[in-house]
T-cell receptor
Framework: AQSVTQLGSHVSVSEGALVLLRCNYS??????LFWYVQYPNQGLQLLLKYTSAATLVKGINGFEAEFKKSETSFHLTKPSAHMSDAAEYFC????????????FGQGTTLQVKP | DAGVTQSPTHLIKTRGQQVTLRCSPKSGHDTVSWYQQALGQGPQFIFQ???????QRGNFPDRFSGHQFPNYSSELNVNALLLGDSALYLC?????????????FGPGTRLTVL
């Protein structure tokens, strides 16, 4: 069985500060890992994905994440937060059988203060 | 290139009623998955349709049913609505064998059960 744990339901940073959103996964098979962003009253937009190529994955809007198998982690970072980054962020895992079923974490709300 | 579209945007029903939600996948995609996102939670997988058949199912009662049409569009039906069915229902599409687990999400249908 697969699962995702996002540490911290709310994260608050100042504009220009480092953003770090934590995600740990559990999977008995090699996983695919994803970060999605959800703005208020909208669907989910893919930020980036890990599919067993490079362990450091770069995504849209300046975000990146590093897959660390030894730590079963896939934390999301951005060097400098922008006000427009305020949103809900979800980490998700899928198995490499490509069934397409995504298991999501509970989400982390990112607040960016001016 | 149209993305994933869903209708209606919002829906209000009363307990015991039945509801049908609709989804058109992204152009070129053949697989549709449905997720339920309760307020403050991550999306939960309901089921997935491919080649007009339900291929996978999450932990949802059989009040939740679906259908996929030859043009790959899909419907989600919920019978005997409960208050707890109030949620954002997300449709996601992908291309079997190619998407490497990545799914493209629609904007969702907000269902309120009174």
């Amino acid at each position: 069985a697969q699962s995702v744990t996002q540490l911290g339901s709310h994260v608050s940073v100042s504009e220009g500060a480092l953003v770090l959103l934590r995600c740990n996964y559990s999977s008995s098979v090699p996983p695919y890992l994803f970060w999605y962003v959800q703005y208020p009253n909208q669907g989910l937009q893919l930020l980036l994905k890990y599919t067993s190529a490079a362990t450091l994955v770069k995504g849209i809007n300046g975000f990146e994440a590093e897959f660390k198998k030894s730590e079963t982690s896939f934390h999301l970072t951005k060097p400098s937060a922008h006000m427009s980054d305020a949103a809900e962020y979800f980490c998700a895992v899928s198995d490499q059988s490509n069934t397409g079923k995504l298991i999501f974490g509970q989400g982390t709300t990112l607040q960016v203060k001016p | 290139d149209a993305g994933v579209t869903q209708s209606p945007t919002h829906l209000i029903k009363t307990r015991g009623q039945q509801v049908t939600l609709r989804c058109s996948p992204k152009s070129g995609h053949d697989t549709v998955s449905w997720y339920q996102q309760a307020l403050g939670q991550g999306p939960q997988f309901i089921f997935q349709y491919y080649e007009e058949e339900e291929r996978q199912r999450g932990n949802f009662p059989d009040r939740f049913s679906g259908h996929q049409f030859p043009n790959y569009s899909s419907e989600l039906n919920v019978n005997a609505l409960l208050l707890g069915d109030s949620a954002l229902y997300l449709c996601a599409s992908s291309l079997k064998g190619v998407s490497l687990g990545e799914q493209f999400f629609g904007p969702g249908t907000r269902l309120t059960v009174l």
